[in-house]
């Protein structure tokens, strides 16, 4: 069995993230060793319920290191991972750190982070993204970088970048127009699209149509759209009462809606737990009735509120 979701590692990489119910789902226990058990009973999981692609990044802690020895103790040929440079790990495994990532797109942290990424993932390895690549960073205009990530691309790793922000939409098109060599360097594309924020759709299936693949991340918006997330706002207790309507879980009808959109390649699973990767597989069964698909994108919040309420998510 094979299906278009994916595991994603940046909820148990690490000791603390934003997404919700961290506490009760990954206990008070978070060593090095205790996550790296954890991930890999997720990657068993996942694996065993035939997801094929794994995204991880330099900095979700970690993951790299937790994938690359799943990775040689299961033998798992036909598992594609995608991973992330640009950011930087900076929380020493500590639950309060005062800071737990640092943005860094320069030619030399591709230069430094590239080396790690391919030595530990080595043919696992099918993509490879800046992180969270905005219009104001620099990254989509530095023609020298650029050259650098066409290596990549010509030795047939897809290159691409992940968005963030309330102008994802901006840094597709950007990337999309961005060539070396008289060939297009960005054919991978990750972005966050649920139905709270679904701004980036238009974008995203532009890129579809011009030959890109594209991967969707926080579909349950890092827990808002999940059982017990309920956090009051109108879009969560709307996107709530249509899946009560539907008789799914609410979180399930978040991952479907995702899976319901024709340019995504690939929906990642955030699962901290095999109960929410479970309930995950589940969606990744349902068959949506496109209306019901239009009346989940009601819930839509203007999307500089989305992202200004997410940047102010506690790291538990």
Not at 199 to 204: F, Q
Not at 217 to 228: I, M
């Amino acid at each position: 069995m094979s299906t278009r979701l994916g595991i994603g590692l940046a909820a148990v990489g690490r000791p603390a993230y934003i997404t919700a119910h961290r506490g009760p789902d990954l206990g008070a226990n978070r060593t090095v060793e205790e996550l790296e058990r954890r991930t890999h009973v997720l990657l068993d999981a996942a694996y065993d319920a035939g997801l094929r692609y794994v995204d991880v990044a330099r900095s979700y802690g970690n993951a790299e290191e937790f994938a690359a020895h799943w990775f040689a103790s299961r033998g798992a040929v036909d598992v594609e991972v995608g991973s992330k440079w640009g950011y930087r790990y900076v929380g020493d495994w500590q639950l309060r750190a005062d800071l737990h990532e640092v943005k860094d797109h320069s030619l030399g942290a591709f230069r430094e982070q590239w080396p790690l990424t391919r030595d530990l993932l080595g043919d696992h390895l099918g993509r490879y993204l800046v992180h969270s690549a905005t219009p104001d960073t620099g990254v989509l205009a530095d023609t020298e970088l650029h050259r650098e990530l066409a290596t990549l691309r010509d030795r047939g790793i897809r290159v691409g970048i992940s968005t963030s922000g309330p102008r994802q939409a901006d840094a597709i098109r950007t990337a999309l127009d961005v060539e070396v060599d008289g060939a297009p360097l960005f054919t991978a594309f990750q972005v966050t699209w649920n139905p709270l924020e679904p701004s980036v759709g238009a974008a995203a299936a532009e890129a579809d149509a011009r030959g890109s693949q594209v991967v969707v991340k926080e579909s349950v918006a890092n827990g808002r759209l999940a059982p017990g997330g309920d956090d009051g706002s109108v879009g969560v207790r709307h996107v709530a009462v249509l899946a009560s309507r539907a008789g799914v879980a609410i979180d399930q009808l978040a991952v479907a809606a995702a899976l319901a959109q024709p340019w995504a390649w690939r929906v990642l699973s955030g699962a901290a737990t095999p109960e929410h990767l479970a309930s995950h597989v589940v969606a990744a069964g349902l068959v949506l009735d496109p209306e019901l698909v239009e009346e989940v994108l009601t819930a839509a919040q203007d999307a500089r509120d989305y992202w200004a309420e997410r940047s102010t998510r506690p790291w538990t």
